[in-house]
């Protein structure tokens, strides 16, 4: 019997100590007044589970222990607006399924309503398979990333192959006022700067992103998660498109068969001030490599050659470059302006 549960309604936190009457001692836990030690007698060992284990229907039982068993079907994306955004865009993305959504139980009792509500709502609409869990089963299925108390369970997203004929019609329909915008990623690898370029681009709402398949790191759940929802919304206008060819004959085909301006970006002394970039007609923004730059052969197929200076006076700062995801904001931004002066396209 317990002497001192002063408490109507404890929290109970066993732990089992070897005592000369087989019995074992309690402590249970009080939010306002400390702890309290009661004996409980060996027949009466279990405590009750709440409600959230109960949920855990893939829990398999093995020595007294729980193991979470998880199997994935596909890749695994994370963090609110990824998850978000791929369940939004399900029907027109380029995600051909989705097998379940893995969410933290405990982030659907907080008071106040946050993006893990929507997604439990939207997941429900659009009937996919939930499966509520703790923090420490999430951490184990996703690696310990920074997850956010959500990951889904899908489909990698599939990216079509551009051609001339998309090109043309793009050039000839324009779906703005603006002459249309593409921009190209030559070999990009680090899929950080490949998330922070997506969501630039969707930012500055840029017609289209063309990427080449050869060398470049693929669409994975990471650039997803940077790009904060950016891919499968891109995906789903129809605007993430890959290139097959090499990019110099890629940019030589656009440039005399569809009439495309190409701008490439680069470090050279002899390249122009950014400031004197302008959208007169269909353009295509060329960026390179994170590190080494665009190559020789891309340079020599581009019309200009454009560069960002440095703010500092007098040669005193020691970084002559920015991150490349702060670069194509800024050249966005710059043919963008350029456009709202010149509307004779």
């Known amino acids: 019997m317990i002497s001192h549960a002063y408490r109507p309604h404890p929290i109970l936190q066993l732990r089992q100590i070897n005592s000369p009457n087989q019995g074992f001692f309690c ?65 027109n993305s380029g995600r051909r399924q989705i097998f379940k959504l893995h969410v933290q139980d405990s982030k659907l009792y907080e008071n106040k309503r946050t993006g893990i509500h929507f997604i439990e709502e939207l997941a429900k609409k659009i009937h996919v398979n939930i499966d509520y869990t703790t923090k420490h089963n999430l951490n184990n299925i996703t690696q310990n990333v920074k997850h956010q108390g959500v990951a ?17 019609n793009l050039s000839n329909h324009p779906t703005s006022s ?41 669409v994975s759940p ?38 495309y301006n190409i701008f490439g970006t680069s470090l050279n002394p002899n390249a122009i001030d950014a400031t004197q970039m302008k959208l007169s007609k269909p353009t295509i923004l060329v960026f390179g490599n994170e590190g080494r730059g665009m190559r020789k052969q891309v340079s020599n197929a581009c019309d200009t050659l454009y560069k960002i200076t440095t703010g500092a006076t007098n040669g005193t700062s020691s970084v002559d470059s920015l991150n490349v995801g702060v670069s194509v904001g800024v050249c966005l931004w710059q043919l963008h302006s350029s456009a709202k002066g010149d509307m004779s396209y």
Do not use: W
């Open 27 to 91: 402590r249970f836990k009080s939010s306002a007044r400390g702890n309290v030690y009661g004996k409980v007698s060996a027949g009466k060992k279990t405590a009750q589970r709440g409600s959230r284990s109960k949920r855990n229907a893939n829990t398999a039982y093995k020595g007294g222990e729980s193991k979470r068993v998880f199997q994935q079907a596909g890749e695994l994306l994370y963090s609110i607006n990824a998850v978000l955004s791929a369940l939004k865009h399900a029907k």
């Open 222 to 259: 990471t650039v997803s998660v940077v790009a904060a929802g950016a891919v499968d919304e891109l995906s789903a206008q129809n605007k993430l498109q890959a290139v097959n060819m090499n990019t110099p004959d890629f940019l030589h085909a656009a440039s005399s068969d569809c009439g």
């Open 152 to 168: 889904l369970d899908c489909s990698e997203v599939n990216t079509p192959t551009i051609n001339l004929t998309d090109l043309e």
């Open 178 to 218: 603006r002459p249309p915008i593409i921009l190209h990623l030559d070999e990009f690898n680090d899929p950080r700067n490949f998330g922070s370029v997506l969501r630039t681009a969707a930012f500055f709402d840029v017609d289209m992103i063309t990427f080449a398949k050869k060398n470049s790191c693929p």
